[in-house]
């Protein structure tokens, strides 16, 4: 018969090695306000539809301009996006405020800059009361819904604000791989078109999020021939089939007629350009140049090139069709679609109406501001920030970078130190934008969301590992540290394919170079307690404290060290000083009611794994751990409901299922 102690340690060192198993699984997903309101048109229903206009809002996340061909690309045909210029314009020099889902996705909605609403890294929340373009539809009585491909724009962040209907399953289902946080674009195209199926007759506003293009890619088979070379042309096949069909659905429904249709992407992929793959750590063209095309309504004919109709296009002139080559943002799309729908903007809206460029009445220049703090919430390096105006792009780093994107799309010619003046003009311009929006109230926070900390942290993309992250946006400069992001990235492939010996040693190295890289020291101690070395563990987890004492993950796995060491004086000791400065703590609360149950102290334990629920709602774990106090306490009916909850969150958790089988032997 084995000893309570015995059986402790086992069920310890489960929960240390199952915690890291799932981070390691996931972690190959990306280690790979205030101007005036436009003036409202005078006509509010263009085109001659009958009430207010339909809008249809479409981003492709991760998608890059150039790779469509109706922006020039030669190596794929993507005739249903761009069958929408068609009736439609083309905004050729788009750019993004963020290379980063979330972020991005905020900024437009918002028409607010990352640094004035305080979104800046994914898993962020934007705070209750945000104004947004779907708030301000919902208030004139539009139905919203909103049908999401992507984890990044979970409801947990709170881009749900305003919709009525927030169709994103990563809520009720578990995350244990990487395509666990991407639903393919058909499913989430039918489900939207179920839903405008039964709510189209009335006015309606729906966000359609499609995720497919973002690592780790996973095209179906039959597109392989069509871009052999590419998996990232192949998901855009997919991608661009997949809305041919929708499309099709708009055209049988007369939507596409009725509907302003807006496409867009929250930001580009690097695709290898200046040395980076993916994207978030630079904020170069390949990241930033994104598409965006509206689609006005038609009162006849066709949009849909592919088919070979050519019915005579929309009789409503205004905006003109074709293309408009005038950079602008992200963030002038909201304020664009409210003007087009003759609803004034909020005062807290930043962007600009597109609709003067469109006619071709707009001839001053804006100020296209950009930004990446990527390389410095996740290493401590610099913030980068840019200005695009006209044809130059000014990037402020600590070694500044001018182009002109007109002779040089591709950003290969910095043109200082020899044009100091114009660089500073562009300087001063940014600083100035920077100064007139950072004092403007923000509603946004920037807690990172419950629930997502231990599946998103370690990605390597959550940055902010802090309970006080530095507000100060110097540093080293991104590109000076290139190969050790690379040597970074490199490490945790190793460490995430089973090659652990070779990740510690690359670590180590990553360390002696630089030993203050914290999330090396964190990398290297997730590596060690893979490998049963916890000691090595703990002590790569107090470098990393001396350099942050507020760094919520060093303490967290600090703490699950000396548990899986049976120090359990020392893991209460880490888990209550993590709660001086966290106090919603999952992994605190989790491990604390741990030792309580040991110590058979049911009703402090009972205490900690609901603060833990609390923190995480989908906790398999700790509904398994309630279930097992209420048996104790030959509270059977109440057993059976937390293990029976345990099984709906993870269907696979054979110690709930083995439980219940106990106490309910009718229980399949």
């Known amino acids: 018969m084995f000893s309570p102690a015995f059986l402790f340690a086992l069920f310890v060192d489960y929960h240390v090695r199952m915690r890291w198993a799932r981070c390691s699984a996931i972690l190959s ?64 020099e788009i750019s993004s405020q963020a290379p980063i889902t979330l972020p991005s996705h905020v900024s437009l909605f918002t028409s607010t800059y990352p640094f004035a609403n305080g979104i800046r890294e994914n898993a962020q929340i934007l705070a209750p009361g945000a104004v947004t373009l779907a708030t301000v539809l919902a208030s004139r009585g539009y139905s919203t819904a909103a049908f999401i491909g992507g984890y990044f724009l979970a409801r947990r962040f709170g881009l749900a604000q305003g919709f009525q209907t927030y169709d994103s399953p990563f809520e009720s289902q578990g995350v244990n791989a990487a395509l666990d946080l991407k639903r393919p674009a058909a499913q989430v195209l039918q489900s939207a078109q179920h839903w405008l199926e039964q709510n189209s007759s009335a006015p309606f506003f729906v966000f359609i999020h499609l995720f497919d293009l973002h690592e780790p890619y996973n095209p179906p088979a ?24 929708f499309f099709d659905f708009l055209a049988r429904s007369g939507l596409d007629r009725r509907a302003l249709v807006v496409l867009f992407s929250d930001h580009g992929e690097s695709l290898g350009d200046h040395g980076e ?50 950079p602008a943002g992200l963030i002038d799309v909201a304020p664009t679609i409210l003007s087009f729908l003759g609803i004034p903007s909020p005062s807290s809206f930043c962007g600009h109406s597109l609709l003067e460029l469109a006619q071709g009445g707009e001839t001053a220049p804006r100020d ?49 130190p020899g044009e100091l003046a114009l660089a ?69 492939h190793l460490a995430r394919t089973g090659h652990a010996e070779e990740a510690v040693a690359e670590f180590q ?29 703990a002590n790569q987890l107090k470098a990393a404290l001396a350099l942050d004492p507020h760094n919520v993950e060093a303490e967290e796995l600090l703490g699950d060290v000396w548990l899986a060491v049976g120090d359990l004086i020392q893991a209460a000791a880490e888990f209550e000083h993590l709660l001086t400065f966290a106090p919603q703590d999952y992994e605190a609360h989790f491990g604390l009611g741990l030792l309580a149950a040991h110590r058979h102290a049911s009703a402090e334990a009972a205490q900690h794994f609901r603060a833990a629920l609390a923190a995480n ?32 969150l993870d269907p696979k958790y054979l110690d709930a299922r083995r439980e219940l089988a106990k106490l309910n032997p009718a229980e399949p």
């Open 368 to 416: 296209v501001y950009s930004e990446s703090s990527y390389a410095h919430d996740k290493f401590g390096w610099a913030v980068l920030k840019s200005l695009r105006r006209g044809d130059f792009q000014y990037i402020d780093a600590p070694h500044p970078e001018l182009y002109d994107l007109k002779h040089d799309p591709s950003e290969l010619h910095n043109l200082l």
């Open 29 to 92: 997903f990306l280690l790979l306000a205030i101007l005036p309101a436009s003036t409202p048109l005078a006509t509010a229903s263009p085109g001659g539809t009958a009430g207010p206009t339909p809008v249809i809002l479409i981003s492709v996340d991760t998608l890059r301009a150039d790779h469509l061909s109706c922006y020039g690309y030669s190596r794929l045909k993507t005739p249903h996006i761009d069958s929408l210029a068609r009736g439609g314009t083309l905004f050729a």
């Open 277 to 326: 793959n993916t994207h978030g750590y630079f904020i170069y063209r390949s990241t930033l140049h994104v598409p965006l095309i509206f689609h006005w309504p038609i009162e006849t004919g066709n949009w849909k090139s592919e088919t070979g109709n050519s019915g005579p296009v929309s009789s409503f002139q205004f905006p003109v069709s074709g293309s408009v080559e005038a």
């Open 424 to 492: 500073a003009s562009y300087r001063e311009r940014l600083a100035g934008l920077e100064a007139t929006y950072r004092s403007q109230p923000s509603s946004a926070g920037t807690t990172i969301a419950p629930g997502a900390v231990e599946s998103l942290r370690s990605l390597g993309y959550l940055a902010i590992t802090s309970a006080h992250p530095a507000l100060d946006d110097s540093g080293v400069d991104p590109k000076d540290r290139l190969f050790e992001f690379k040597r970074y990235l490199l490490a945790g």
């Open 222 to 245: 039959a597109y392989r021939a069509r871009a052999p070379q590419s998996e990232y042309d192949q998901e855009l096949a997919y991608v661009d089939d997949s809305m041919g069909g």
């Open 509 to 537: 190295g990553i360390l002696a170079n630089d030993p203050r890289n914290l999330p090396a020291h964190l990398d290297l101690a997730r590596s060690e307690i893979g490998l049963h070395r916890y000691l090595e563990a």
């Open 617 to 648: 709602p989908r906790s398999a774990e700790a509904h398994y751990q309630l279930g097992l106090l209420a048996a104790a306490q030959n509270q059977k009916d109440e057993a059976v409901r937390e293990f029976q909850t345990a099984l709906q």
